[in-house]
């Protein structure tokens, strides 16, 4: 009897081991991924109270399909930000920034911005480049990123801060923004076909920062070849040296689609500025501004929908002089 016993525990021996090692298997299995519940964006409340700019970006094209909100923000004196958000004509949801500045008022200036206020090619945030640029007595109220750059931070196009020659590009077409040693605010570049408005010599600028297209010069909307819609920042200048910059979000669904060069033509033919001009854009396009009651700048905008700002290469700065 005890050998049967032996024998048949011997036969269940394999099953027994298979067993376990079946069950073992199923208890080391990696449990499943966690899933991040998405974080979805709160509604964007009833507005019913269109600000006077609003108004007249909506006038004469159909980039603003729907208005949906905004509000107006006073920096300093001369300056101030808008946030708008609406529905575009392709029914994607918007949000854009429209810095103003007075640059006829003679307390108002603009300057480039060089990471860590360095000679060298770096990279640095820009609300983190306002800060570090400041001239004692003087403060960067706002600032916006600049010129497309390279890994290392070397920027495509001429740069030049403080008298100090960074980097020169040769071609005659881009687009520039800066300011002379005499104070006079300057667009450089000429787009194909245009007469050269700002005849003057690269030595008497104190201030140049690149861009990357031209979108109106001389009162002249410029051709659009890039078709891409995105995240973009640019800037414009009236005839009467009041500066606007659009700032563009994107690309997130449900809060920004971003938007193609020639919708920002629409857009600052609508403001009536004589010239403009994109600069570097998606998860680069940043509005910052200075807290008023602290030596520090915050980023206002969401860059391609995130809220981490990006390292860029160059920036330009709205001054207070005093």
């Known amino acids: 009897m005890k050998k049967k016993l032996v024998f048949k525990f011997v036969k269940l021996l394999p099953m027994l081991f298979l067993g376990t090692t079946l069950m073992s298997c199923v208890d080391n299995e990696p449990p499943p991924p966690y899933i991040r519940p998405k974080k979805e964006e709160p509604p964007i409340p009833v507005d019913n ?29 001369g300056i101030e930000y808008t946030h708008i958000r609406f529905v575009n004509k392709n029914e994607g949801l918007m949000s854009m920034y429209v810095l103003s500045v007075d640059l006829a008022n003679p307390n108002l200036t603009m300057q480039a911005l060089a990471p860590y206020n360095d000679k060298l090619f770096g990279l640095q945030k820009t609300s983190e480049m306002a800060k570090y640029n400041e001239i004692s007595g003087q403060k960067i109220m706002a600032a916006i990123n600049g010129d497309a750059f390279a890994a290392s931070g070397e920027t495509t196009g001429t740069f030049i801060f403080n008298d100090y020659v960074r980097k020169t590009n040769t071609s005659a077409v881009r687009p520039y923004f800066g300011l002379t040693k005499t104070g006079e605010i300057i667009f450089q570049g000429l787009p194909t076909g245009e007469t050269n408005q700002f005849p003057i010599d690269v030595s008497t600028i104190r201030h140049l920062v690149g861009g990357t297209t031209w979108l109106i010069y001389n009162n002249h909307a410029i051709t659009q070849t890039d078709v891409s819609v995105g995240g973009k920042s640019s800037l414009g200048m009236t005839a009467a040296k009041k500066l606007y910059a659009i700032i563009v979000d994107g690309v997130k669904a449900d809060y920004s689609n971003g938007i193609s060069f020639s919708d920002l033509q629409k857009l600052y033919t609508a403001l009536g500025v004589k010239y403009a001009m994109g600069l570097d854009g998606a998860s680069s396009t940043t509005l910052a501004v200075r807290d008023l009651n602290q030596p520090n700048h915050y980023m206002v905008n969401r860059p391609a929908g995130n809220t981490n700002e990006r390292l860029v290469g160059n920036a330009i700065g709205f001054v207070q002089l005093k």
């Not at 700019?53 to 094209?61: C, D, F, I, S």
Request: charged share 35%.
């Open 49 to 77: 109270d269109m600000l006077p700019l609003t108004k007249q970006l909506m006038t004469g094209n159909d980039v603003i399909k729907e208005f949906k909100l905004d509000s107006v923000k006073k920096v300093a004196e």
